[in-house]
């Protein structure tokens, strides 16, 4: 079993549905969960930030951590065309030092999103 | 926010041959650095932690010799790979974390083509 596992989609929605993206993972150790959106031939870039369980709102991004169920969800509303991309979840089981960080994130495949208009 | 840049965007070159890639941030200082491959509809694969003024921690099954990580400096990492064949094509991605951000951030990436 992977550490993280997210179901690579494709997943095809039209204009304003609401968009619900999922990650399960097996590291009870894990406790920072991150939310990374990534356009095609760009590097990720950070949408949602999480520490340990409970829910986080940005804007039209609402992201869920359980980890009673070792699982995550990123929800998007009213989607819009331009949130067409691949969506990665990353976790890692620290953040800190200073200077800088030494801890890996261990990332999901990654889900390929595509808003149609 | 915090800044990575990544230097080339894109770069093609014959085999044999050695590519450098650079990763700055520029606005923040890194003791840490992560380089990662991403294969096309793949996740990314850490490949190497570079440590500012220390030897380059690699992954498991990632070639020391041939993936020759630099962090000479608090602001700069650098990835070259060494004389290069067309299965090292594929997407460099470098990333660090700003102290007191949560989250990593990432550079732009680097697409390799080795022809």
């Known amino acids: 079993q992977k550490e993280v596992e997210q179901d690579p989609g494709p997943l095809s929605v039209p204009e304003g549905a609401i968009v619900s993206l999922n990650c399960t993972y097996s590291?009870?150790?894990?406790?920072?969960f991150m939310w990374y959106r990534q356009y095609s031939r760009k590097g990720p870039e950070l949408l949602m930030y999480?520490?340990?369980?409970g829910n986080k709102e940005d804007g039209r991004f609402t992201a869920q951590v359980d980890k009673s169920s070792k699982y995550i969800s990123l929800f998007i509303r009213d989607s819009q065309p331009s949130d067409s991309a691949t969506y990665l979840c990353?976790?890692?089981?620290?953040?800190?030092?200073?200077?800088?960080?030494?801890?890996?994130?261990?990332f999901g495949k990654g889900t390929l999103l595509t808003v149609n208009p | 926010g915090a800044v990575v840049s990544q230097h080339p965007s894109r770069v093609i070159c014959k085999s044999g041959t050695s590519v450098k890639i650079e990763c700055r941030s520029l606005?923040?200082?890194?003791?840490?650095m992560f380089w990662y491959r991403q294969f096309p509809k793949k996740s990314l694969m850490l490949m190497a932690t570079?440590?500012?003024?220390?030897?380059?921690?690699?992954e498991q099954g990632v070639e020391k010799d041939k993936f020759l990580i630099n962090h000479a400096s608090l602001t700069l990492s650098t990835l070259t790979v060494t004389s290069a064949h067309p299965e090292d094509s594929s997407f460099y991605i470098c990333?660090?974390?700003?102290?007191?951000?949560?989250?990593?951030?990432f550079g732009s990436g680097t697409r390799l083509t080795v022809v």
């Open positions: 990333s660090a974390r700003k102290q007191g951000d949560y989250g990593y951030t």
């Open positions: 590291n009870s150790a894990f406790q920072y």
């Open positions: 999480t520490y340990s369980s």
């Open positions: 990353a976790m890692s089981d620290g953040i800190g030092g200073s200077g800088g960080s030494n801890y890996k994130l261990t």
């Open positions: 606005d923040f200082q890194a003791t840490t």
């Open positions: 570079s440590n500012e003024g220390s030897k380059a921690t690699y």
